[in-house]
């Protein structure tokens, strides 16, 4: 990020956003005009038009318009944004619609309130990317009690710190919350996950530019749900991801799991979707039997596990799992470990995972797994802080800004008391 001197753009009772034709940012545009209006009490307008003097101007454009530093591949590249922000206007450029929301997000972070005067936006330019493509937070459902309205203040605070997927566990335990096409009784009575409930979520979601994964597990939990329950639902997933489980319950045989994993994928697969899948069972994967699945490995591995080496295909897509730490202040020493985390450093991973793994570009990306008491009627401070240290660490070069931590994590809790997501 570059300063500039200058007094910044202010936010006016005549601040207009315009935008591109293409329906996903233009609902971006107007995600960014709500909140404004928010801010500054006065409707915002979205106009597809062209870039005047008094409006915020947000447009898609060829990846080498952006002017990236160093390199970035592709997945990277879709994600990133260029922002420059003047007296008379805001000029946001991006690849595609996610780096659009990535950029909205930067600029709603970078609101300043100059009372008694205007809602300022800085003078800044900002060209950024991500490092790692695959930015996610995992929370459970059925253990944690969490409907669809509360998967939603999930959503807003993900997409608020740029991350990407929101991975919720809809069976386990004996339980299946989520209601499937053409499976009446297969869900639990009275569950909120309802069709509608579900569909709503995920456009919301799409909305925001965070891909929701659900996890279903077929099996030592929840049992094999019968034919084509996970192809319905990986249907629905417009060639998303879809986990399918796998972690090896204590007693569990290890080959019973596998098998009903593999069953699983198959259907995943058939439907078009990709799967996600837990290293405990990803060799029932091995052998390009679901190309380009993803593995969930974990920093602290299962009891289960029993410590052994896990086989991965040589075609899968890696994705560290991390708990979260339980801070209760901005200067825990917790959180300054997780921002200062080098997921890139094959220091950083179990031995499961080779240093060859990490250079080689296998690893897609982490996922900040949050306990039930991080979500128990709400948000906690503790599981917030978590995510926005993960959020940091998942994004940025490590350690750059360690220090100046605490004093952006102040200002995101103010945010997010505003959006009421605290429980």
Same mark, same amino acid.
């Given at each position: 990020?570059?300063?500039?001197?200058?007094?910044?753009?202010?936010?006016?009772?005549?601040?207009?956003?315009?935008?591109?034709?293409?329906?996903?940012?233009?609902?971006?545009?107007?995600?960014?005009?709500?909140?404004?209006?928010?801010?500054?009490?006065?409707?915002?307008?979205?106009?597809?038009?062209?870039?005047?003097?008094?409006?915020?101007?947000?447009?898609?454009?060829?990846?080498?318009?952006?002017?990236?530093?160093?390199?970035?591949?592709?997945?990277?590249?879709?994600?990133?944004?260029?922002?420059?922000?003047?007296?008379?206007?805001?000029?946001?450029?991006?690849?595609?619609?996610?780096?659009?929301?990535?950029?909205?997000?930067?600029?709603?972070?970078?609101?300043?309130?100059?009372?008694?005067g205007p809602v300022?936006?800085?003078?800044?330019?900002?060209?950024?990317?991500?490092?790692?493509?695959?930015?996610?937070?995992?929370?459970?459902?059925?253990?944690?009690?969490?409907?669809?309205?509360?998967?939603?203040?999930?959503?807003?605070?993900?997409?608020?710190?740029?991350?990407?997927?929101?991975?919720?566990r809809l069976a386990?335990?004996?339980?299946?919350?989520?209601?499937?096409?053409?499976r009446p009784g297969?869900?639990?009575?009275?569950?909120?996950?309802?069709?509608?409930?579900?569909?709503?979520?995920?456009?919301?979601?799409?909305?925001?530019?965070?891909?929701?994964?659900?996890?279903?597990?077929?099996?030592?939990?929840?049992?094999?749900?019968?034919?084509?329950?996970?192809?319905?639902?990986?249907?629905?997933?417009?060639?998303?991801?879809?986990?399918?489980?796998?972690?090896?319950?204590?007693?569990?045989?290890?080959?019973?799991?596998?098998?009903?994993?593999?069953?699983?994928?198959?259907?995943?697969?058939?439907?078009?979707?990709?799967?996600?899948?837990?290293?405990? &069972? @990803? %060799? *029932?994967? #091995?052998?390009?039997?679901? !190309? /380009?699945?993803? =593995?969930?490995?974990?920093?602290?591995?299962?009891? +289960?596990?029993?410590?052994?080496?896990?086989?991965?295909?040589?075609?899968?897509?890696?994705?560290?799992?991390?708990?979260?730490?339980?801070?209760?202040?901005?200067?825990?020493?917790?959180?300054?470990?997780?921002?200062?985390?080098?997921?890139?450093?094959?220091?950083?991973?179990?031995?499961?995972?080779?240093?060859?793994?990490?250079?080689?570009?296998?690893?897609?990306?982490?996922?900040?797994?949050?306990?039930?008491?991080?979500?128990?009627?709400?948000?906690?401070?503790?599981?917030?802080?978590?995510? &926005? @240290? %993960? *959020?940091? #660490?998942?994004?940025?070069? !490590? /350690?750059?800004? =360690?220090?100046?931590?605490?004093?952006?994590?102040? +200002?995101?809790?103010?945010?997010?008391?505003?959006?009421?997501?605290?429980?």
């Amino acid at each position: 990020m570059t300063q500039h001197a200058g007094r910044g753009f202010a936010l006016g009772a005549d601040v207009e956003v315009t935008v591109d034709d293409d329906p996903a940012a233009v609902g971006v545009a107007v995600l960014l005009a709500e909140h404004l209006g928010r801010v500054t009490g006065t409707p915002v307008a979205v106009r597809q038009d062209g870039a005047r003097t008094g409006t915020i101007c947000l447009r898609l454009v060829a990846a080498d318009r952006l002017a990236l530093p160093g390199r970035a591949d592709a997945a990277s590249t879709a994600e990133a944004y260029r922002l420059a922000v003047g007296a008379t206007s805001v000029e946001v450029l991006a690849a595609g619609p996610a780096g659009l929301g990535h950029a909205v997000s930067t600029l709603v972070q970078a609101v300043e309130r100059r009372l008694p005067g205007p809602v300022v936006l800085p003078a800044v330019t900002v060209v950024d990317h991500p490092r790692l493509a695959h930015r996610g937070v995992v929370v459970d459902a059925v253990r944690d009690g969490l409907g669809p309205d509360r998967l939603k203040s999930v959503v807003q605070v993900a997409a608020g710190l740029k991350l990407d997927v929101v991975r919720v566990r809809l069976a386990d335990a004996g339980t299946w919350l989520l209601e499937v096409p053409g499976r009446p009784g297969l869900a639990v009575a009275g569950t909120p996950w309802t069709q509608e409930a579900w569909r709503d979520l995920l456009a919301y979601a799409a909305a925001r530019c965070v891909q929701v994964v659900p996890e279903l597990d077929v099996a030592d939990h929840a049992g094999w749900a019968g034919p084509d329950a996970l192809g319905a639902v990986a249907t629905q997933m417009r060639g998303g991801h879809v986990h399918v489980g796998g972690a090896l319950a204590p007693g569990a045989d290890p080959d019973v799991t596998r098998a009903l994993v593999g069953m699983a994928a198959d259907e995943v697969v058939a439907a078009g979707a990709t799967v996600m899948v837990h290293e405990d &069972a @990803a %060799a *029932a994967l #091995a052998d390009g039997r679901a !190309p /380009g699945h993803v =593995v969930e490995v974990h920093a602290r591995p299962s009891d +289960a596990a029993g410590g052994r080496t896990s086989r991965f295909d040589p075609d899968a897509r890696l994705v560290l799992v991390l708990d979260a730490p339980r801070a209760t202040s901005p200067t825990d020493p917790s959180l300054r470990g997780l921002v200062a985390h080098d997921l890139l450093a094959g220091s950083a991973w179990p031995d499961r995972v080779g240093p060859s793994d990490v250079a080689s570009g296998r690893v897609v990306g982490a996922e900040l797994a949050l306990d039930a008491r991080a979500v128990d009627g709400g948000l906690s401070y503790g599981s917030l802080a978590g995510l &926005a @240290a %993960a *959020a940091e #660490a998942f994004w940025s070069v !490590p /350690g750059g800004a =360690v220090d100046s931590f605490p004093d952006r994590l102040a +200002a995101e809790v103010e945010r997010w008391a505003a959006a009421a997501p605290l429980g």
